[in-house]
């Protein structure tokens, strides 16, 4: 059964205070990990698809990374407009287009 | 701009009472999913289409349905909610293509009273 597990579930970041979201995940035969931002009350937002290992996806202050057992989300720098959940999935090969989601990061960026 | 329009945004229902959600698409994605979301746990998906075809989650309440009349549009439907499923119900497409390309609505948050 494939899994996905984000930690911290919470981090709190000062602005300009970089650091790094986790996402482990077990999958046999990695389609694609994908990462995704989620504001209170709306609907997820697309960031990042990673699809092999040493894969490295750049946009504005976020930069996601790929092993063969994790993907890091680096936030360089961030801004309060950065607090939202952040959400990380896989997809595997033979299990057509369906997504498992880890819990996700709550980030919480103070002025 | 291409799509997913979920309507409405916030609907509240009395225990019990049937509800119907909506969800419409202009990117003419052959793949539409539901997915229940509670407060601060990972979306769970609860069924989806490819074209005509249902697929359920093994795990997915009867109380639950769906109906897909077209390709643009696809309904849930709760037939006696409770007050566990009050939740954030989020929509999504995909199409086929050797990338995947998840685009999510905005989801409804529902609340049963």
């Known amino acids: 059964e494939d899994q996905v597990t984000q930690s911290p579930e919470a981090l709190r970041l000062q602005e300009g205070e970089s650091s790094s979201l986790n996402c482990s995940y077990t999958?046999?035969?990695?389609?694609?990990l994908f990462w995704y931002r989620q504001d209170p009350g709306k609907g997820p937002e697309f960031l990042f698809t990673l699809y092999s290992a040493g894969e490295e996806k750049e946009k504005e202050r976020l930069k996601a990374t790929l092993t063969k057992k994790e993907s890091f989300l680096h936030i360089t720098a961030p801004k309060p407009e950065d607090s939202a959940t952040y959400l990380c999935?896989?997809?595997?090969w033979g299990a057509g287009n369906m997504l498992t989601f880890g819990g996700g990061t709550r980030l919480m960026v103070k002025p | 701009d291409a799509m997913v329009i979920q309507n409405p945004r916030y609907q509240v229902t009395q225990f019990g009472k049937p509800v119907t959600l909506s969800c419409s698409q202009t990117l003419n994605h052959n793949v539409m999913y539901w997915y229940q979301q509670k407060s601060s746990q990972a979306p769970k998906l609860l069924f989806h289409y490819y074209d005509k075809d249902f697929n359920n989650e093994a795990d997915t309440p009867d109380n639950f349905q769906s109906r897909r009349p077209n390709t643009s549009f696809c309904f849930l439907d709760i037939r006696s909610p409770g007050l566990g499923d009050a939740a954030m119900y989020l929509c999504a497409t995909s199409s086929t293509g050797p990338t995947i390309g998840y685009t999510f609505g905005s989801g409804t948050r529902l609340t049963v009273v």
């Open positions: 999958v046999s035969g990695l389609r694609g």
């Open positions: 999935a896989v997809a595997r």
